[in-house]
C-alpha cells in the first residue's frame, strides 16, 4: 500500500517538509516494525542515488545556493564510501524514537510506544517531526 510520508524539522536551511510516497507492506504493522521499514526503505534509496551519482542535482539552482548559504560548494560526492550498516542504522532510528528525538503521526494519531499497532490504510499520511531541544543558561 502506499503511505504519504511528511518529514518536518526546525532547519532554517531546508524546506520545513519534505514529502514522499513510500509503498509498505499491506498489513497492520508495530511502530517498530514501521520504523525499520522505513529506515530500510531510505537506505535503500541513499545506496541507489550514491550509485547514480547525483549529476542532475549537482546543477540544481535551490541546491547551489543552499550550499552557498553554508559556505561550502561541493560536487555532492560523498568522501566515505562505505556502505550503511542496515541493522545499525534501525536501531539508531529506534532508540532516537525512544529518546523522543522525533515525534512519529499517523492520520492526526501520535504514537509514543513502539508495541503500538498502527491501523495504517492506502494513502494514509505519517508524518516525522525531528524535535529541536534549546539548551542555554540562564543570566
Known amino acids: 500500500m502506499q503511505i504519504r510520508i511528511n518529514v518536518k524539522g526546525a532547519s532554517r536551511r ?21 520504523l525499520a521499514e522505513t529506515v530500510k526503505q531510505s537506505l535503500a534509496q541513499f545506496r541507489e542515488k550514491r550509485e547514480a551519482g547525483e549529476v542532475l542535482r549537482l546543477f540544481s ?15 555532492g560526492s560523498l568522501m566515505d564510501d562505505r556502505d550503511p550498516d542496515g541493522e545499525k542504522a534501525v536501531k539508531a ?5 525512544e529518546d523522543g528525538i522525533a515525534a512519529l503521526f499517523a492520520d492526526g494519531v501520535r504514537y509514543t510506544d513502539l508495541k503500538e499497532k498502527m ?18 543558561r540562564m543570566w
Open 14 to 34: 531546508k524546506a520545513a517538509i519534505v514529502q514522499m510516497v513510500r509503498e509498505y507492506p499491506d498489513r497492520t504493522m508495530t511502530v517498530e516494525e514501521f
Open 61 to 75: 539552482k535551490e541546491e547551489l545556493e543552499d550550499k552557498a548559504s553554508l559556505g561550502k560548494v561541493a560536487y
Open 119 to 136: 491501523e495504517l490504510h492506502e494513502q494514509s499520511e505519517v508524518t516525522f517531526v525531528r524535535l529541536t531541544f534549546l539548551a542555554g
Open 93 to 97: 532510528a529506534l532508540q532516537g524514537f
